[in-house]
């Protein structure tokens, strides 16, 4: 009747959201990953709402009978398309909501505490900080704990924390003051890794203040590009009319991209060290979701040589497709298996070397670039075999 005994579930924070008693506590667990605790067990009731509203517990999805509608979007403000990790409709559907009279619930990387968190932002402005994607596992529960249910939210994130959340919303019987979105999910990697990371790019910016996790300075289909700024002093100018920072000073800055072999991207894209949940009981990849809207990259053939930027956009109730016609973005409506081509359909698997990148993670000091890259070296000449058996194979089918 509690969540006691879950280790190794999603760590979606909602089961904390719920309790009434406030005993559920979500902290990081020896792999890196977010998990609840029960602080009293004297204090337990055993009301089991905190079972209820956990999405890891149960084998349906919260949303039944989805309707799905697939575009392509894009906004149609030059300048929100072009700081956005794609199209930029995640933003435009927070800034019309919020004209709406919703608050949203999205997420932004706290600097000081070096981790994505939820929170609420009432203002277009407080809305900015959400731009873009955030390839860590956020921290849900003081953001979900500041919602009121008795008002109107958008709330994103993750597809688990998306299911989790609906189930508490039904709970409670208010599920009609809420917007759900959430995206399509690779996975989320261990909090060692970033940790580890800027452990290595800090001795080049100084501490961080400032990341950027996508963006699309070489085009947008080789924008799986890190940006961190480090120890900056000076004011930033307006966020609503230029989406972006000047600053006066700064010790450095450090760029780098996948393509060119960056070590937290390779670890990530390369299932080093993905929360063993999505590798084994994650069920919301491709068309399965409880969100009313899903958005994403659309990836493909369709826009191949787009390089602004084209968000997927799926709505799988009325009330999501409704909102998504009323933005201010251009969408062109598209088969549902055209908006999410190149989107996963599998989970997230297990590099042959996760376990050594596992125990990299746990060192108390820092690992350089040239371990990790040895480690990359290793594992792809671990895969030759393979590749060259389904490259056979392919030849033979032909």
Same mark, same amino acid.
């Given at each position: 009747? +509690? ?42 009731? +055993? ?21 799905? *509608? ?59 900080? *959400?731009?873009? #994607? ?21 709330? &994103?994130?993750?597809?688990? !924390? ?116 999505? !590798? ?30 084209? *968000? ?30 190149? !989107? ?10 996760? &376990? ?17 890259? #040895? ?21 033979? *089918?032909?």
């Amino acid at each position: 009747m +509690n969540i006691k005994d879950i280790h190794n579930c999603y760590g979606c924070g909602l089961c904390a959201t719920a309790c009434n008693r406030k005993i559920i506590e979500i902290r990081l667990n020896p792999d890196g990953f977010y998990e609840p605790h029960i602080t009293d067990d004297a204090s337990c009731t +055993n009301c089991g709402v905190c079972t209820d509203v956990c999405a890891y517990l149960h084998d349906d999805l919260s949303l039944t009978s989805p309707q799905i *509608s697939g575009y392509a979007a894009w906004s149609k403000e030059p300048a929100v398309r072009r700081k956005c990790s794609s199209g930029g409709i995640g933003f435009e559907l927070g800034r019309y909501l919020i004209g709406e009279g919703y608050k949203v619930c999205g997420v932004k990387y706290n600097v000081d505490n070096q981790r994505a968190e939820h929170y609420i932002a009432t203002t277009v402005e407080e809305l900015i900080p *959400s731009i873009g #994607s955030k390839y860590i596992q956020s921290y849900t529960v003081d953001g979900f704990k500041a919602i009121n249910k008795k008002e109107k939210y958008l709330v &994103t994130g993750t597809p688990c !924390q998306i299911d989790s959340f609906r189930r508490y919303v039904q709970k409670f019987r208010v599920e009609d003051n809420f917007v759900l979105m959430d995206f399509f999910c690779h996975g989320v990697p261990s909090m060692w890794v970033w940790k580890k990371y800027l452990q290595m790019v800090e001795k080049t910016t100084g501490k961080a203040t400032y990341v950027s996790w996508r963006n699309k300075f070489t085009g947008w289909h080789d924008s799986w590009a890190m940006s961190i700024d480090g120890e900056r002093t000076g004011e930033k100018v307006n966020w609503h009319n230029s989406y972006n920072l000047l600053i006066k000073e700064k010790k450095g800055t450090y760029n780098s991209r996948l393509s060119q072999g960056d070590v937290f991207y390779k670890l990530f894209l390369g299932d080093y060290c993905c929360n063993p949940a999505c !590798q084994k009981e994650c069920k919301y990849k491709y068309r399965a979701s409880s969100a009313d809207i899903r958005i994403g990259d659309l990836w493909g053939k369709t826009y191949k040589d787009n390089e602004d930027g084209v *968000s997927a956009a799926v709505a799988f109730t009325p009330k999501g497709n409704e909102i998504l016609k009323s933005l201010n973005c251009t969408l062109v409506e598209h088969p549902f298996d055209t908006v999410a081509e190149g !989107q996963m359909k599998k989970n997230c698997g297990k590099a042959y070397l996760t &376990t050594v990148a596992m125990k990299l993670l746990h060192f108390s000091h820092e690992v350089n670039a040239n371990v990790w890259r #040895s480690l990359f070296i290793v594992e792809k000449l671990l895969r030759l075999p393979k590749r060259i058996f389904n490259k056979i194979k392919r030849t033979i *089918s032909k």
